[in-house]
T-cell receptor
């Protein structure tokens, strides 16, 4: 019952920016956009989340369109260690809300 | 500031035995969640606990599985009479608050193999 659509896989050259898109056309006003990644066999790693405004931290930038129906996660200078499955998750901000993981985007960063 | 800790990292059990998985949340976090990832499948929510309370166990199998988060000590996920289908990676996460606007941080997981 994931509410997002992501490409199955993407490739990126090492050192280039990786732009991972996510569609969430049915997002509600109180729902946040979360990004996690899972490097092979490891626990999911929190990357970033946002509600309306674009967000940036030491790992990545999150660009949310004005209508909030889609977003893009940007890894500015991808490295081989960024190879992972990236999950875009929409989650209400109020009340307890579990994380619902879809199938994500498998990003392969190559030399 | 240590992250979420889980032990053991790997656990092998024979069919019919019990498995106990432990999770220590991040410092200052009192909300704990358990997720399961079956081989070649996605992560699925199992249960959400606060200290001494189970808040949501909608993802827990009805039989053989139980979870607790006592006042002192780690959270425990207990699987009784394990079967081969229980073989999976079990991940624990914690957050400072339970509301959806607060991020969850995950541990490295416990990989359970049932032989």
């Amino acid at each position: 019952d994931a509410k997002t659509t992501q490409p199955t896989s993407m490739d990126c050259a090492e050192g280039r920016a990786a732009n991972l898109p996510c569609n969430h056309s049915t997002i509600s006003g109180n729902e946040y956009v979360y990004w996690y990644r899972q490097i092979h066999s490891q626990g999911p790693q929190y990357i970033i989340h946002g509600l309306k405004n674009n967000e940036t931290n030491e790992m990545a930038s999150l660009i949310i369109t004005e209508d909030r129906k889609s977003s893009t996660l940007i890894l500015p200078h991808a490295t081989l260690r960024d190879t992972a499955v990236y999950y875009c998750i929409v989650r209400p901000g109020q009340g307890f809300q579990k994380l619902v993981f879809g199938t994500g985007t498998r990003l392969l960063v190559s030399p | 500031n240590a992250g979420v800790m889980q032990n053991p990292r790997h656990l092998v059990r024979r069919r019919g035995q019990e498995a106990r998985l432990r999770c220590s949340p991040m410092k200052g976090h009192s909300h704990v969640y358990w997720y399961r990832q079956l081989p070649e499948e996605g992560l699925k929510f199992m249960v959400y606990l606060q200290k001494e309370n189970i808040i949501d166990e909608s993802g827990m199998p009805k039989e053989r599985f139980s979870a607790e988060f006592p006042k002192e000590g780690p959270s425990i996920l207990r699987i009784q009479q394990v079967v081969r289908g229980d073989s999976a990676a079990y991940f624990c996460a914690s957050s400072i608050r339970g509301e959806g606007r607060y991020e969850q941080y995950f541990g490295p997981g416990t990989r359970l193999t049932v032989t």
